[in-house]
Each structure stands twice: as structure tokens, then as C-alpha cells.
């Protein structure tokens, strides 16, 4: 079926939305949100499970498990997950570029701060990221700031 995707030129958010589409339009589907939110928590829970029992490839193959019923998730919100991943990566570039920035201004760098202090920060800046993203003020990449190189 991999082939069938990438022969159509199908990305694979694309291929998990139709073929899970076709599923619901034959009936199989789940009759309410709340069945797909409690398959979230299980994969969630089996990937955690996989991980203390040291079993990366099980983790791995729950992760996979765990991205189609989040692609569910959003055909159940009327979601285009290609969207919905494209603007939470673009909110997660520029926190993480506002986050440099106030640290570079502070004389810090990211290497050099503890987890608490980093989540501190995240919390810290999320408002002022968040306001620059609703006004359209966010430069981008393509302008310079919050490049990707430095990732």
C-alpha cells in the first residue's frame, strides 16, 4: 500500500486521511469523538509501556499507530491535519526563535539551561510568539528570522 501512496504522489497524512475516509464512508467508524480521544491515550499509554520496557521498535510502531488516529482525530474536527501540522510547526518556530532570542539577550544559550529553566522561558514567551503570529508579524525563515539552520 506504501507504493500505492507514493505512486500517487500522495504524502502520507493525505494517504491515512482518504484510506480512513473510505473506512468511515463503509460504516466503520467510530460513532463519537470521545472513541477516537480515548485511542489517543491508549496508543499514548502503549508507547509509554514500549519505552520502560525498553522495546524501541514496539515504540516505534505505536508512534505509527499513534500519528493515524491523530489523523482520525482531525477528520473528526472537519481538519486538514496537513494544515493544522503546518501551523503548529510554524507557532514552534517562532516561539523557539523568540525563545533564542530573549536567551541570546539574557547571555544564555539553550545547551546551557536546564530543562525547568527552558520550560520557564517556553511559558514565559508564548504570549509574545503567539501575538506576533495573530498579527502577521512573524518574519519567517524565508526573511532570515527564526532560521532552521540553526535547529
Not at 23 to 41: M, N, P, Q, R, T
Not at 58 to 67: I, P, Q, S, T, Y
Not at 110 to 117: M, N
Request: aromatic content about 6%.
Amino acid at each position: 500500500m506504501e507504493q500505492d501512496s507514493n505512486r500517487n504522489g500522495e504524502d502520507s497524512l493525505s494517504y491515512s486521511l482518504r484510506v480512513q475516509s473510505a473506512a468511515s464512508s463503509e460504516g466503520f467508524d467510530w460513532s463519537h469523538i470521545d472513541g477516537v480521544l480515548d485511542k489517543v491515550a491508549e496508543e499514548l499509554g502503549e508507547i509509554r509501556e514500549a519505552l520502560e520496557q525498553g522495546d524501541v521498535a514496539h515504540a516505534r510502531k505505536e508512534l505509527g499507530d499513534l500519528l493515524l488516529i491523530a489523523v482520525n482525530l482531525a477528520r473528526f474536527l472537519e481538519a486538514d491535519p496537513r494544515d493544522e501540522l503546518r501551523a503548529a510547526t510554524k507557532r514552534f518556530e517562532t516561539r523557539f526563535g523568540l525563545l533564542k532570542d530573549t536567551l541570546q539577550n539574557e547571555g544564555k544559550k539553550i545547551k546551557s539551561c536546564s530543562e525547568d529553566e527552558l520550560e520557564m522561558y517556553w511559558q514565559r514567551i508564548k504570549p509574545g510568539a503567539d501575538y506576533i503570529l495573530s498579527k502577521g508579524l512573524d518574519m519567517g525563515p524565508e526573511d532570515g528570522a527564526n532560521s532552521s539552520s540553526d535547529f
